[in-house]
Protein backbone atom coordinates (compact mmCIF):
# COMPACT_ATOMS: atom_id res chain seq x y z
CA UNK A 1 0.00 0.00 0.00
CA UNK A 2 1.25 3.85 -1.05
CA UNK A 3 1.68 5.85 2.24
CA UNK A 4 1.11 9.31 0.79
CA UNK A 5 -1.07 10.74 3.65
CA UNK A 6 -0.28 12.04 7.33
CA UNK A 7 -1.98 10.62 10.68
CA UNK A 8 -2.51 13.40 12.60
CA UNK A 9 -3.43 12.40 16.40
CA UNK A 10 -5.37 13.98 19.03
CA UNK A 11 -7.13 12.23 21.97
CA UNK A 12 -7.24 12.65 25.63
CA UNK A 13 -5.27 9.98 26.56
CA UNK A 14 -2.29 11.72 28.02
CA UNK A 15 1.11 10.49 28.25
CA UNK A 16 1.09 8.45 31.40
CA UNK A 17 0.26 5.21 29.91
CA UNK A 18 0.64 3.74 26.66
CA UNK A 19 -2.22 3.55 24.72
CA UNK A 20 -1.00 6.38 22.61
CA UNK A 21 2.00 4.15 21.96
CA UNK A 22 -0.28 1.71 21.24
CA UNK A 23 -2.55 3.25 18.82
CA UNK A 24 0.40 4.29 17.10
CA UNK A 25 1.52 0.27 16.98
CA UNK A 26 -2.03 -0.63 15.55
CA UNK A 27 -1.35 2.00 12.46
CA UNK A 28 1.88 0.38 12.29
CA UNK A 29 1.02 -2.96 12.12
CA UNK A 30 -1.12 -1.73 8.63
CA UNK A 31 1.40 0.00 7.01
CA UNK A 32 4.76 0.46 8.84
CA UNK A 33 5.64 3.74 6.67
CA UNK A 34 2.96 6.25 7.33
CA UNK A 35 4.02 8.91 9.17
CA UNK A 36 2.06 10.13 12.27
CA UNK A 37 2.24 14.02 13.94
CA UNK A 38 0.34 14.35 17.31
CA UNK A 39 -1.37 17.49 17.46
CA UNK A 40 -2.47 17.00 21.43
CA UNK A 41 -2.93 14.48 24.20
CA UNK A 42 -3.60 16.46 26.73
CA UNK A 43 -7.22 17.77 26.03
CA UNK A 44 -9.17 17.42 29.18
CA UNK A 45 -10.48 13.81 30.20
CA UNK A 46 -13.61 13.04 28.41
CA UNK A 47 -14.00 16.87 27.40
CA UNK A 48 -15.19 16.65 23.79
CA UNK A 49 -16.18 20.10 24.05
CA UNK A 50 -12.23 20.85 24.52
CA UNK A 51 -11.10 18.12 21.69
CA UNK A 52 -13.60 20.35 19.03
CA UNK A 53 -12.03 23.08 19.74
CA UNK A 54 -8.14 22.18 19.75
CA UNK A 55 -9.32 19.80 16.18
CA UNK A 56 -11.01 22.97 14.63
CA UNK A 57 -8.21 25.09 15.21
CA UNK A 58 -5.85 22.42 13.99
CA UNK A 59 -7.32 21.32 10.33
CA UNK A 60 -5.55 23.54 7.90
CA UNK A 61 -2.27 23.37 9.03
CA UNK A 62 -1.22 20.03 7.53
CA UNK A 63 -0.67 18.91 3.99
CA UNK A 64 -3.80 18.12 2.00
CA UNK A 65 -5.19 14.64 2.56
CA UNK A 66 -4.03 14.39 6.31
CA UNK A 67 -5.98 11.78 8.08
CA UNK A 68 -7.02 13.54 11.35
CA UNK A 69 -7.39 10.75 14.20
CA UNK A 70 -8.92 11.99 16.98
CA UNK A 71 -10.32 10.03 19.92
CA UNK A 72 -12.46 11.99 23.04
CA UNK A 73 -14.83 9.36 23.40
CA UNK A 74 -16.43 8.99 27.05
CA UNK A 75 -19.10 6.92 24.88
CA UNK A 76 -17.05 4.05 23.62
CA UNK A 77 -18.72 0.51 23.60
CA UNK A 78 -22.71 2.88 23.37
CA UNK A 79 -24.41 3.24 20.47
CA UNK A 80 -22.75 5.70 19.16
CA UNK A 81 -21.06 5.64 16.01
CA UNK A 82 -17.88 5.28 14.70
CA UNK A 83 -17.26 7.50 11.38
CA UNK A 84 -15.07 8.30 8.75
CA UNK A 85 -15.40 11.99 6.97
CA UNK A 86 -14.28 13.39 4.27
CA UNK A 87 -13.66 16.76 4.21
CA UNK A 88 -11.65 19.46 1.35
CA UNK A 89 -8.67 19.50 3.73
CA UNK A 90 -8.48 15.19 4.21
CA UNK A 91 -10.26 13.25 6.26
CA UNK A 92 -11.76 12.67 9.89
CA UNK A 93 -11.79 9.37 12.03
CA UNK A 94 -12.95 8.73 14.95
CA UNK A 95 -16.51 8.58 17.28
CA UNK A 96 -19.34 10.73 15.94
CA UNK A 97 -20.16 12.68 19.18
CA UNK A 98 -20.08 16.20 18.25
CA UNK A 99 -15.78 15.77 18.22
CA UNK A 100 -16.36 17.00 14.73
CA UNK A 101 -18.91 19.72 14.51
CA UNK A 102 -16.01 22.42 14.86
CA UNK A 103 -14.34 21.22 12.06
CA UNK A 104 -17.74 21.08 9.72
CA UNK A 105 -18.98 24.20 11.06
CA UNK A 106 -15.43 25.82 9.02
CA UNK A 107 -15.11 23.45 6.40
CA UNK A 108 -17.47 21.39 4.24
CA UNK A 109 -18.10 17.52 4.28
CA UNK A 110 -18.40 16.21 1.44
CA UNK A 111 -19.10 12.75 2.45
CA UNK A 112 -19.93 10.39 6.19
CA UNK A 113 -19.68 6.45 6.45
CA UNK A 114 -20.07 4.64 9.53
CA UNK A 115 -17.37 2.03 10.26
CA UNK A 116 -19.53 -0.79 9.77
CA UNK A 117 -16.60 -2.55 7.55
CA UNK A 118 -14.42 -5.32 10.31
CA UNK A 119 -12.27 -6.14 7.24
CA UNK A 120 -10.35 -2.56 8.15
CA UNK A 121 -10.21 -3.01 12.60
CA UNK A 122 -8.10 -4.65 14.23
CA UNK A 123 -10.07 -7.56 15.11
CA UNK A 124 -13.31 -8.77 14.71
CA UNK A 125 -14.37 -8.89 18.68
CA UNK A 126 -12.61 -5.06 19.63
CA UNK A 127 -12.46 -4.36 23.24
CA UNK A 128 -16.07 -2.04 24.49
CA UNK A 129 -13.32 0.11 25.84
CA UNK A 130 -10.59 0.81 23.33
CA UNK A 131 -12.01 1.75 19.77
CA UNK A 132 -9.25 3.95 19.61
CA UNK A 133 -6.77 0.56 19.11
CA UNK A 134 -9.17 -1.50 17.04
CA UNK A 135 -11.18 0.27 14.99
CA UNK A 136 -10.21 4.01 14.66
CA UNK A 137 -6.26 3.46 14.64
CA UNK A 138 -6.37 0.66 11.83
CA UNK A 139 -9.15 2.13 9.88
CA UNK A 140 -7.37 5.93 9.93
CA UNK A 141 -4.02 3.55 8.63
CA UNK A 142 -6.22 1.80 6.00
CA UNK A 143 -7.38 5.15 4.68
CA UNK A 144 -3.86 6.91 4.70
CA UNK A 145 -2.56 4.55 2.65
CA UNK A 146 -5.18 4.96 -0.28
CA UNK A 147 -8.15 2.77 0.52
CA UNK A 148 -11.33 4.96 -0.74
CA UNK A 149 -13.39 6.41 1.87
CA UNK A 150 -16.31 4.27 0.74
CA UNK A 151 -15.01 0.86 1.34
CA UNK A 152 -14.93 1.76 5.14
CA UNK A 153 -18.98 0.93 5.84
CA UNK A 154 -22.23 2.11 5.11
CA UNK A 155 -22.44 5.52 3.87
CA UNK A 156 -24.57 8.27 6.19
CA UNK A 157 -26.06 11.45 5.77
CA UNK A 158 -23.94 14.12 6.83
CA UNK A 159 -27.05 16.11 8.45
CA UNK A 160 -27.05 12.96 10.36
CA UNK A 161 -23.72 13.48 12.66
CA UNK A 162 -23.61 14.82 15.97
CA UNK A 163 -23.77 18.74 16.74
CA UNK A 164 -22.10 20.01 19.42
CA UNK A 165 -22.56 23.65 18.53
CA UNK A 166 -21.04 26.66 20.50
CA UNK A 167 -23.18 29.24 22.06
CA UNK A 168 -23.55 32.25 20.05
CA UNK A 169 -22.34 35.29 20.95
CA UNK A 170 -24.80 38.38 21.28
CA UNK A 171 -24.33 41.98 19.30
CA UNK A 172 -25.48 45.05 20.34
CA UNK A 173 -24.64 48.76 19.65
CA UNK A 174 -22.47 49.03 21.83
CA UNK A 175 -21.04 45.58 23.12
CA UNK A 176 -20.62 42.16 22.43
CA UNK A 177 -21.62 39.28 24.66
CA UNK A 178 -19.31 36.62 24.55
CA UNK A 179 -19.00 33.34 26.49
CA UNK A 180 -15.83 31.23 27.52
CA UNK A 181 -15.12 28.27 24.89
CA UNK A 182 -11.88 27.15 26.33
CA UNK A 183 -8.87 27.85 28.11
CA UNK A 184 -5.63 26.93 26.82
CA UNK A 185 -2.73 25.37 29.07
CA UNK A 186 -1.52 28.73 29.50
CA UNK A 187 -4.23 29.56 31.36
CA UNK A 188 -5.42 32.01 28.39
CA UNK A 189 -9.12 32.53 28.30
CA UNK A 190 -10.56 32.36 24.82
CA UNK A 191 -14.40 33.24 23.95
CA UNK A 192 -16.27 32.18 21.33
CA UNK A 193 -16.11 36.13 19.98
CA UNK A 194 -14.50 36.00 16.55
CA UNK A 195 -11.74 38.37 15.20
CA UNK A 196 -14.40 39.14 12.64
CA UNK A 197 -16.72 40.37 14.85
CA UNK A 198 -14.61 43.46 15.58
CA UNK A 199 -13.90 44.61 12.12
CA UNK A 200 -15.50 47.90 12.36
CA UNK A 201 -14.41 48.61 15.97
CA UNK A 202 -10.82 50.06 16.51
CA UNK A 203 -11.16 51.06 20.11
CA UNK A 204 -12.39 48.16 22.54
CA UNK A 205 -12.26 46.73 26.39
CA UNK A 206 -13.19 43.15 27.14
CA UNK A 207 -15.41 43.47 30.69
CA UNK A 208 -15.37 40.01 33.01
CA UNK A 209 -17.32 40.84 36.04
CA UNK A 210 -16.69 44.38 37.30
CA UNK A 211 -13.23 43.96 35.57
CA UNK A 212 -12.48 46.49 33.01
CA UNK A 213 -9.66 44.80 30.85
CA UNK A 214 -7.72 46.53 28.19
CA UNK A 215 -7.18 45.36 24.15
CA UNK A 216 -3.92 44.77 23.04
CA UNK A 217 -2.18 43.47 20.03
CA UNK A 218 0.41 40.86 21.90
CA UNK A 219 0.54 39.65 25.65
CA UNK A 220 3.42 42.35 26.32
CA UNK A 221 1.11 44.88 25.16
CA UNK A 222 0.31 45.43 29.00
CA UNK A 223 3.20 45.22 32.19
CA UNK A 224 4.15 41.70 33.36
CA UNK A 225 1.31 40.69 35.59
CA UNK A 226 -1.16 42.68 34.18
CA UNK A 227 -4.40 41.33 32.09
CA UNK A 228 -4.58 41.94 28.25
CA UNK A 229 -7.47 41.17 25.80
CA UNK A 230 -6.20 40.49 22.11
CA UNK A 231 -7.19 38.37 19.06
CA UNK A 232 -4.85 34.93 19.50
CA UNK A 233 -3.44 32.93 16.56
CA UNK A 234 -6.36 30.64 16.62
CA UNK A 235 -8.87 34.14 15.67
CA UNK A 236 -10.98 34.31 18.21
CA UNK A 237 -11.13 36.62 21.27
CA UNK A 238 -9.16 36.24 24.43
CA UNK A 239 -7.89 37.43 27.57
CA UNK A 240 -4.67 36.69 28.67
CA UNK A 241 -2.01 37.56 31.62
CA UNK A 242 1.41 38.73 31.00
CA UNK A 243 3.72 36.24 31.60
CA UNK A 244 0.28 35.00 33.90
CA UNK A 245 -2.64 32.91 34.32
CA UNK A 246 -5.99 34.20 33.22
CA UNK A 247 -7.95 31.52 34.18
CA UNK A 248 -6.37 31.61 37.65
CA UNK A 249 -6.53 35.16 38.65
CA UNK A 250 -9.98 36.02 37.36
CA UNK A 251 -11.22 32.14 38.59
CA UNK A 252 -13.28 31.78 35.09
CA UNK A 253 -14.75 28.47 33.80
CA UNK A 254 -15.58 27.36 30.66
CA UNK A 255 -19.19 29.07 29.87
CA UNK A 256 -18.19 32.12 31.72
CA UNK A 257 -19.46 35.31 30.29
CA UNK A 258 -16.85 37.52 28.52
CA UNK A 259 -18.35 41.18 27.14
CA UNK A 260 -16.34 43.13 24.81
CA UNK A 261 -17.42 47.22 24.83
CA UNK A 262 -16.76 49.75 22.68
Known sequence: MSSKRIIALLTDFGLQDAYVGVMKGAISCVNPDLQTIDITHQIPRQNISAARFALMNAVGYFPDETVYLSVVDPGVGSMRRGVAIQIAEGFLVGPDNGLFSGVLSQSEGLMAVELTNSKFWLTLNPSNTFHGRDIFAP?????????????????????????LPIREYQVTETEIIGFIQYMDGFGNVITNIPATALDNHKSWWASVGN????????????????????IGSHGWVEVAVNHGNAREKLNLYTGDLVTIRF
Not at 139 to 162: F, H, M, R
Not at 211 to 230: F, K, R
Open 139 to 163: VAAYLASGIPIEELGVKIELDTLSN
Open 211 to 230: LAIPSGLTYNSVSVGEMVAL
